[in-house]
């Protein structure tokens, strides 16, 4: 090797190799394990170093009166009442005395420091109950769960609502509160009574006390009565019962004192012949025969017994306590003569009841009122009333009538309607024309076609109107009517006759009236619309067109052409019709007339025809109840007709002031429709039976 300066070069030998082991002086495999042990306790370090950067404290907190015992499944190192874990699912489970135990899962996430809070449930309380009196029901929460006392019953912690219930005593109700995990409770609780003790006496002794009805005692006696209204009675033999109303409230006593009790009343019963006599003791009314009163014992009483017709019966009695007697008065009749005669000796004479005789009779009757009978097959009875007077005699006497006789005779001639307008009976089956031809003749001058012939007959009676309806009359059913004006010409005065009015409109009118008069209504009305007719009924109606007809055309024996009779045009003003000084509004007139009026008069204006009805043949045009048709020629006869129940169109009988020429003032004209029209109105009419 070179050297470096003066120093001589070193050579390099080379040395012998020794093996580590041999270099150590000790046995290897001790020396490994310890290389082992420590690099373990490196990773040991190292890992719990892991955990503990790692890991996350947690705290569990239990909610029990009694200490806990948790049990965490899973690593987790308790440091005092935390636990260090990593995060995750862990099951967890609790234990504590008196307490069910715990099963849950808690969950621990990436937080530093957690806490969980546990609440474990408590087991069921025991409870006893014991009340004051013993036996009272025991309600808990709305259940019944026994009568007290009550023992070692299990109950849930927590609040309850109790309630005591017992026949005798106030209910008790209160909150309690189980204090549960199987610890004995123990309730004593004092109930209320629910009724006052009652103290009385009575003079004499011993009276049965009957509470409500029921005994509950002998005098004297203090009683339990419940609270409220009760209704308290002595009675005790021969003496009058006793009784008072007490309101009772609880625990509050009540002290009646001695009751002093009367004498029990005796018992009268009195009948009379005949009976129905008044009777008054000691001058008081005490009611009629046959009769059962109660008397004062040991007192006078005066008994005095009257009847109209008879003589007055009076006596004095006495009687013991609860004695029972009894009085049957046969009562003296004061009569009267009476005289009944009769135009058929064959009458029989009832009254009261009972025959008297046949034709007639002097009767000597009792003087109070009496209702006398005349009897004969075929005839109508006839009874009357009369009160006989003593010493004085009355004569009564009876005329018979056939039945058919009696019937007409009871129907009254007229009869208002309740807006007082005059309705007058007609008997068309007694008269000249009950069977005639409606319509007209091909041959009368101004006939209609739709004026064909048609047999009737009428039979029944009816009333019809006098005069048209009014604005008046209709304003009371529909108060906003108008009738309306004819070229500045009114047609809506009081008095004028109603029109602008619709079939409809009619016959609901003719409806009202009868449930103002509480007759049944003659029209079926559905959601106010007619849809057709009962012909039993009586209520007011439409007079139908063979009644109008009838109504108009019939005098005596004649069968009228014209209101006036038959010659055209009339000659002085007998209805209202276009005379010369409507001509502006109509465009004709009837030649030369003049009635005084441009447009309708008031109702009545004119002269009544035969028949006393106003406006028949003039003044408006008149709705009568028949759906409108004509008849086909040969017609069959037809009996009280009243048409179809319902059309589109119906009947217009008679002129109107617009009217002039010769076919329409004719009583056989007839019109249609069924809308409102200035110069159609209408009258009533309604069947007598």
Known sequence: MPGNGNRPAETIAPTSFTPLEEDAGGPGPARSTARYILLGGLVLFAAILVFLFTARSLLVVVDSAEPAA?????????????YLLLPGTYEIRVTAPGYHPLDTQIEVDQRASQTVQLLPQPLPGRLSINTQPAGAEVVLDGEIIGRTPLQDVSVVAGEHVLLLREPRHLPLEQVIRVTGREVQQQLDLQLEPAWAAVTIDSEPPGATVLLDGEPAGETPATIEVPAGERQLVLQLARHAQWQRSLD???????????????????????????????????????????????????????????????????????????????????????????????????????????????????????????????????????????????????????????????????????????????????????????????????????????????????????????????????????????????????????????????????????????????????????????????????????????????????????????PWGEDFPPTQAVENYADVSSAYITGRVVNGYTDGHVVSAPVASYPANQHGLFDMGGNVAEWVHDVYTVAAAGAEEETDPLGEQAGDNYVVRGASWSHARLPELRLAYRDYGQAGRDDVGFRVARYAE
């Open 248 to 562: 009772i409230v609880a625990g509050q006593p009540v002290d009646l004192g001695r009751v002093t009790l009367a004498s029990a009343p005796a018992a009268l019963t009195i009948d009379s012949t005949p009976t129905g006599a008044n009777v008054t003791v000691n001058d008081e009314f005490r009611g009629r025969t046959p009769l059962t009163l109660e008397l004062a014992p040991a007192r006078v009483h005066r008994l005095a017994l009257s009847r109209p017709g008879y003589q007055r019966h009076t006596e004095e009695l006495t009687l013991g306590p609860s004695e029972e007697a009894q009085r049957s008065i046969a009562l003296r009749a004061q009569l009267g003569e009476v005289r009944v005669e009769t135009d058929n000796p064959d009458a029989e004479i009832w009254v009261g009841g009972r025959l008297q005789g046949r034709g007639s009779q002097v009767l000597s009757l009792p003087s109070v009122q009496q209702t006398v009978e005349v009897r004969l097959d075929g005839f109508a009875t006839v009874r009357r009333k009369v009160t006989p007077r003593p010493g004085l005699p009355q004569r009564l006497s009876f005329s018979l009538l056939t039945v058919e006789e009696a019937r007409v005779a009871r129907l009254q001639p007229e009869i208002m309607t309740p807006l007082g307008q005059t309705l007058k009976l007609f008997h068309p089956e007694q008269s000249a024309f009950a069977s005639f031809t409606l319509g007209s003749s091909r041959r009368e001058p101004g006939r209609r076609s739709n004026e064909t012939q048609r047999p009737v007959t009428l039979t029944r009676m009816f009333y019809l109107q006098a005069t048209e309806v009014t604005n008046a009359d209709f304003r009371r059913y529909l108060a906003d009517h108008n009738s309306g004006q004819v070229q500045g010409v009114s047609l809506n005065r009081e008095q004028q006759p109603v029109v602008q009015v619709t079939w409809q409109q009619a016959a609901s009118f003719c409806n009202w009236l009868s449930a103002g008069e509480g007759l049944e209504p003659f029209y079926r009305e559905e959601r106010g619309i007619v849809t057709g007719y009962n012909p039993a009924a009586l209520g007011y109606r439409l007079p139908t067109e063979a009644e109008w007809a009838w109504a108009a055309r019939s005098k005596g024996e004649t069968w009228l052409r014209f």
């Open 70 to 82: 948790v049990d965490l499944q899973g690593f987790a190192v308790p440091i005092g009442g935390r």
